[in-house]
């Protein structure tokens, strides 16, 4: 079995979700995202934890050209692979007491934008990395446009464009990569054994990092993120922050890191400036000016949104260090970040729906009239915070340790976050959970059925994951030290070849 069963199971299930009416339409969806996740840990139970592709599959797609269908999965892919068909199915759930108009198309678009995502993290082509990063754009533009909020439109087409500008530098720099590879090749193997001067490689770092920052978003590329993420329908929030955004990060680590570490690093000297620092600056401002933002929030949707850009900054800020502590700690807190941040939208989803706002004046009391809710609530929020022995414990410590190898200045500025995190987060359900009830939260019924399965779920995964991190750590280990030897080698030719 390869890895285009996991490619193309969610393309055949979302054109089978059309032909589903009313209640059924989302059984259906919730069923074949249930199958793609038991074929991922199937995949993961057959997995081998070394440095090795598995899985592969590469035929000719259009030869003529170089491309091939060529995609795969390592020991990095597989904790995407696992991070997208687990929360797509707990996505689907959560929506479970939503109506939604033309819904067959709605959670159409959710499949079909989950075979593009899935294509993003396991592909070993560049151009069919690019259409993967293109084909999971587009059912998210139609998810906002035509199921967001107010001024849907506009906030969208402000989305689109940005996101789709980022990308044709990305399409510009992989046909570029091609034209230097002997007889032209899209294979990444190929563009990993490239020798380019740091000059050619700093063009090639600016075409990548324009369309990863912008995904992520890295300051100051996140204009686009905050009204998107706050008009969005909630599931379209998760699949932005819970998966969608991970792609920019995993692009820095699969696609720009090992094709321009002498742009980055340049431990040649000369006149080029070192880009790394350039990154490391943008990503620990983020850092600290998000959540400064978040401070002054009063509406729950939007201070998630600001903590987002927030606690991926950090992310962006280890990786980019490029230790093994770095590429390990990021890759278990894009998992565990992923889990927090839904459950984080989860929550203010139902808040919404029974109070019809989501303001933090309007809003007080709740703990005592909704236990449940309260408790999962302060589950997820504690794993946003990173409290230890849950799951953002451990990856923000190994994310915090290679901000601090490569500058001590960083990795103190950087650790606010913490600090920052904690405090407005716990204001924020102080005001919300705390205290007394007023008219309006009163009436706020507990969590029951869908709602209580997918809370529970969430909050299992951010104890598990916290108690016991070594599982996931285990599975990366190899390809993260492959790869830390690639970019040595091409920096330090004499430490021999990968």
Same mark, same amino acid.
């Given at each position: ?55 592969? $599959? ?79 754009? $587009? ?113 820095? &680590? ?80 894009? &998992? ?126 951010? &104890? ?35």
């Amino acid at each position: 079995m390869t890895v285009s069963v996991l490619i193309f199971l969610p393309v055949i299930a979302a054109l089978a979700v059309l032909f589903f009416k009313n209640e059924t339409v989302k059984h259906a969806a919730l069923f074949f995202s249930v199958v793609e996740f038991a074929v991922a840990i199937y995949f993961l139970t057959k997995f081998v934890p070394d440095s090795s592709v598995q899985f592969a $599959i590469d035929v000719p797609w259009i030869y003529k050209l170089g491309i091939y269908f060529n995609a795969g999965i390592d020991g990095i892919s597989m904790i995407m692979v696992l991070l997208t068909t687990l929360l797509v199915p707990i996505i689907i759930l959560t929506t479970y007491k939503h109506t939604y108009k033309n819904a067959p198309a709605f959670y159409a678009l959710i499949l079909f934008m989950q075979a593009g995502m899935l294509v993003v993290f396991t592909a070993l082509d560049g151009f069919l990395f690019y259409v993967g990063w293109e084909a999971a754009l $587009i059912p998210i533009y139609f998810i906002c446009a035509l199921w967001g909020g107010q001024d849907r439109v506009r906030i969208t087409l402000k989305f689109f464009i940005y996101t789709f500008a980022g990308s044709l530098f990305m399409l510009t720099t992989i046909i570029y990569l091609y034209l230097q590879t002997p007889g032209g090749s899209y294979d990444i193997s190929q563009f990993y054994a490239l020798h380019l001067d740091n000059v050619r490689q700093t063009w090639v770092f600016w075409g990548f990092f324009l369309a990863f920052a912008i995904k992520i978003p890295v300051f100051p590329f996140h204009t686009w993120q905050p009204d998107t993420y706050t008009t969005a329908p909630s599931a379209g929030s998760m699949m932005l922050s819970g998966i969608m955004l991970k792609m920019g990060i995993y692009g820095i &680590l699969r696609w720009l890191i090992p094709n321009a570490p002498g742009a980055l690093f340049n431990i040649s000297g000369g006149l080029l400036p070192n880009l790394a620092t350039l990154v490391m600056l943008l990503a620990v401002i983020g850092v600290v000016y998000a959540a400064l933002i978040a401070f002054t929030q009063k509406e729950g949707k939007r201070l998630v949104a600001y903590s987002s850009i927030s606690h991926v900054g950090l992310i962006t800020a280890g990786i980019i260090g490029f230790t093994i502590q770095g590429i390990q700690g990021g890759l278990i807190q894009m &998992l565990s970040h992923g889990i927090n941040v839904v459950g984080m939208f989860f929550v203010w989803d139902i808040i919404a729906r029974r109070m019809n706002t989501t303001e933090f004046s309007q809003l007080g009391g709740i703990a005592k009239v909704a236990p449940k809710f309260a408790t999962g609530f302060l589950i997820i929020l504690l794993g946003t915070v990173a409290l230890p022995l849950t799951n953002g414990f451990i990856g923000e410590v190994m994310l915090l340790y290679s901000v601090f190898t490569t500058g001590f200045w960083y990795g103190l500025v950087a650790g606010l976050s913490v600090i920052f995190g904690a405090v407005y987060m716990l204001r924020m359900y102080k005001k919300v959970m705390q205290g007394e009830t007023n008219a309006l939260t009163a009436t706020f019924t507990d969590v029951t059925g869908s709602e209580q399965i997918a809370l529970a779920i969430i909050c299992a995964l951010i &104890l598990f994951i916290g108690i016991y991190p070594q599982p996931i750590l285990h599975i990366s280990q190899a390809a993260a030290d492959k790869l830390l030897l690639v970019v040595q080698s091409k920096l330090m030719p004499g430490l021999g070849q990968y």
